[in-house]
C-alpha cells in the first residue's frame, strides 16, 4: 500500500490508505489538509490524531495517536512498541548513542542485548542513520515503529538523565546551600549543561519521573556496587535505574537536606518532609525515611497526591450499606472506632477521610500521628518527637486538655496509648484510631492483650473496619482482547478497598471477656450480619471493578 519512495511519511498517502480501510471520511481528510497548511512540520500521524475522529473499528473510542502509529506499524510492516519507560533499560541504552546523533534523526534507542540494538522511530522509511549506528555499535540494529509524541517526549528524559549520572559520577557532591522548601520540579530537565549540578538534576528527574508514573512510594537503596531505584506502583515494586553507587549515595544526602534532615548523622534513622511542585502547578508532598545498612542509607519517600486532600470514603471504596453504618459510627458522641489492617492497606486514609467528613465549625479535630502523614488545614496535628519524650501516650494528655471533640491516635502500639486511648474515650470524646490486626474481630483480643480490661472494651468501642487495597481493573483494556498502555500491560489501573466492618452489639459486647474467645466473636458478628474482606471482594468482582486473583493475593 506504502512505496518507499520518499523517506518521509506522505500525508496524502496516508489519508488515501485510511479513506480506503474506511478509517476516515473524506471530510475528515480534507480538514487534515488544511491542519497541514498550517503546521506544516508536525508529523502526519499526529495531524489526524489531532482531529479527535472517532474510530468507526472500535465504537466509543477515538482514533488516536497510539492507534494510528499501530496502524502504520501493521501497514509498513514493522513492529509497533508503545514505550514504557518502567520496561526500560535506562542505564543500558542511555549512553549507547549520542543526543545530537538521536535528535537529528528523531530516533531513541529502546533496549540492547548481545543480538543487537532496538531503535524506535516515527518515521519507516528513514533509513540512512541505520548503517552509521550498526557501524559505531558493531550490533545489528532492529527497528520499532513508535509513537512520534513519545520519542519526543522521553529523549529529554533519557539523555538528560544519563549527562547527569555521568557528571556525578565523575565529581564529588557539592555542598548543598540552603533551598526552598518548596521544591519546583522539571525546570530545565534535560537541557543540562557542564554548570548544572548533576545530583540537582537527577534528584528533580526521579521525583518528576516518580509522580508521572502515579508511585506511591520511591525506594532508593544503596547495594556494595550500585544503589537501585524502585517504584511502588499500585501496591507493586517496580526496578527503574541503577546508578553507581556513590552517585545514589549523594542523591540520598540531597533529599536530606531538602527534608530538613542531619545530613551528617548517617547512623540513625530519620524521618523530614518535603513540598514539590510540577511544571503543571500539581503540588506534591512527600515523607521522607531513611535507614542505616551496611551499604550506606536507604531512602524510602512516601507520595501524597494534594488530590487526596479531596478524597472521600465514596472514592476510597466504601459504598451501600456499610458506608451508612461507618458514618452511623462517626456520627457518635464518645467512644473508640478503629480502622485495622497491615502497613500500606490504607488506614490513614481511611481515617483522613472520616475526619473531613466530621470537619465543622462546631468541632474541634485534633491528631497525634507518627509522623504526620498529610498536612490536612481543619485538623490541629501533633507529631510524636521521641527526642522530646513525646510519645503517644503524652501526645494524647496533652490534646485531652485543648478541650477537643474527636481525637485521631496514628496507631495504638503499645499498653499505655491503648489505657490513655480507652480514657479518652470514656470522657465523652469520640476516638479515632488504628491497629496492625488481620481482621475486625482480631482487634478487640488485640486491645486485650495489650492490657486494656475487658469491661473498659466493652464500655467503649463502638465498631472496628478491617481493610485491604486490590489493584482495580483497567478501564480500557476490560472487555479488550489485549492488553493496553495506560496499564503498562497489567490489566490495572489504580486501587480501591475491601472492607470488613464490625459494630459492637450488645451480643458481641457479652462475649468480651478477660479470656475471649476470638472464634466466638467471628461468630457473633457473622450472626449480626457482618460481612467479611472475602465477602466484600467477591462483591467487587461482581461489580467487574477487580478480578479473583487481585482479591486472593491480597485477602490470602
Known amino acids: 500500500m506504502f512505496a518507499n519512495q520518499t523517506l518521509d511519511l506522505d500525508l496524502h498517502r496516508l489519508l488515501d490508505a485510511l479513506l480506503a480501510e474506511q478509517r476516515i471520511t473524506a471530510q475528515a481528510a480534507l480538514e487534515a489538509l488544511a491542519r497541514a497548511k498550517a503546521q506544516p512540520t508536525e508529523h502526519p500521524l499526529e495531524l489526524i490524531a489531532g482531529l479527535g475522529l472517532a474510530d468507526p473499528c472500535h465504537p466509543g473510542q477515538l482514533l488516536s495517536l497510539d492507534t494510528l502509529c499501530q496502524w502504520l506499524a501493521e501497514q509498513v510492516g514493522q513492529p509497533f512498541l508503545h514505550i514504557d519507560p518502567l520496561q526500560v533499560d535506562l542505564a543500558q541504552v542511555s549512553g549507547l548513542v549520542s543526543a545530537a546523533f538521536a535528535q537529528r534523526h528523531h530516533i531513541l534507542v529502546v533496549a540492547a542485548d548481545a543480538t543487537g540494538v532496538t531503535v524506535a522511530c516515527a518515521q519507516p522509511y528513514q533509513r540512512d542513520w541505520e548503517a552509521d549506528l550498526c557501524r559505531s555499535l558493531g550490533k545489528p540494529v532492529h527497528r520499532v515503529l513508535a509513537s512520534p509524541a513519545q520519542i519526543r517526549q522521553l529523549a529529554p528524559t533519557f539523555f538528560g538523565l544519563a549527562h547527569s549520572v555521568q557528571g556525578a559520577d565523575q565529581q564529588q557532591p557539592a555542598r548543598l546551600g540552603e533551598l526552598e522548601h518548596l521544591l519546583e520540579l522539571g525546570a530545565g530537565l534535560g537541557q543540562a549543561s557542564a554548570d548544572d549540578a548533576p545530583i540537582v538534576h537527577l534528584v528533580d528527574w526521579m521525583l518528576q519521573y516518580a509522580i508521572e508514573q502515579r508511585a506511591s512510594d520511591i525506594h532508593l537503596e544503596p547495594r556494595r556496587e550500585q544503589g537501585h531505584l524502585r517504584l ?120 483522613y477521610a472520616s475526619l473531613r467528613l466530621l470537619a465543622t465549625p462546631q468541632v474541634n479535630l485534633c491528631s497525634i500521628e507518627d509522623p504526620i502523614e498529610r498536612l490536612e488545614p481543619a485538623i490541629n496535628q501533633l507529631q510524636v518527637q521521641p527526642a522530646l519524650d513525646l510519645g503517644f501516650a503524652d501526645g494524647v494528655r496533652a490534646l485531652l486538655r485543648q478541650d477537643p471533640d474527636v481525637i485521631m491516635i496514628g496507631e ?140 486472593l493475593r491480597v485477602c490470602g
Not at 253 to 277: F, T
Not at 333 to 346: E, F, I
Open 232 to 351: 511502588r506502583i499500585d501496591g507493586l515494586l517496580h526496578s527503574v535505574y541503577a546508578f553507581p553507587a556513590g552517585v545514589a549515595l549523594a542523591m540520598v544526602s540531597r533529599l536530606k537536606h531538602l527534608g530538613r534532615m542531619d545530613v551528617a548523622e548517617k547512623r540513625r534513622p530519620q524521618d523530614g518532609r518535603l513540598k514539590s511542585r510540577l511544571p503543571g502547578g500539581l503540588e506534591v508532598e512527600m515523607r521522607l525515611s531513611t535507614l542505616p545498612t551496611p551499604f550506606g542509607e536507604k531512602l524510602v519517600l512516601r507520595l501524597f497526591d494534594a488530590r487526596q486532600q479531596h478524597e472521600t470514603l465514596q472514592s476510597l471504596g466504601l459504598q451501600g450499606q456499610l458506608l451508612e453504618h461507618w458514618q452511623a459510627l462517626l456520627k457518635q458522641r464518645q467512644g473508640m472506632v478503629l480502622v485495622t489492617g497491615p502497613t500500606g492497606s490504607g488506614k490513614t486514609s481511611t481515617l
Open 412 to 551: 495504638i502500639r503499645d499498653r499505655e496509648t491503648a489505657q490513655v486511648a480507652v480514657q479518652a474515650a470514656l470522657t465523652g470524646h469520640l476516638v479515632l484510631s488504628t491497629l496492625h490486626t488481620n481482621d475486625a474481630c482480631s482487634a478487640v483480643t488485640r486491645l486485650l492483650e495489650l492490657g486494656v480490661a475487658s469491661y473498659l472494651v466493652r464500655a467503649t468501642l463502638l465498631g472496628v473496619m478491617a481493610q485491604r487495597l486490590v489493584r482495580t481493573l483497567c478501564t480500557l483494556c476490560r472487555g479488550a482482547s489485549t492488553l493496553c498502555y495506560q496499564c503498562r500491560g497489567t490489566g490495572y489501573h489504580g486501587r480501591t478497598g475491601l472492607f470488613e466492618l464490625l459494630s459492637v452489639s450488645h451480643g458481641l459486647r457479652e462475649r468480651i471477656t478477660a479470656d475471649t474467645d476470638l472464634a466466638a466473636l467471628r461468630q457473633q458478628a457473622q450472626a449480626d450480619g457482618m460481612r467479611d474482606l472475602r465477602n466484600c471482594g467477591q462483591e467487587r468482582i461482581g461489580q467487574g471493578v477487580t478480578s479473583l486473583e487481585e482479591v
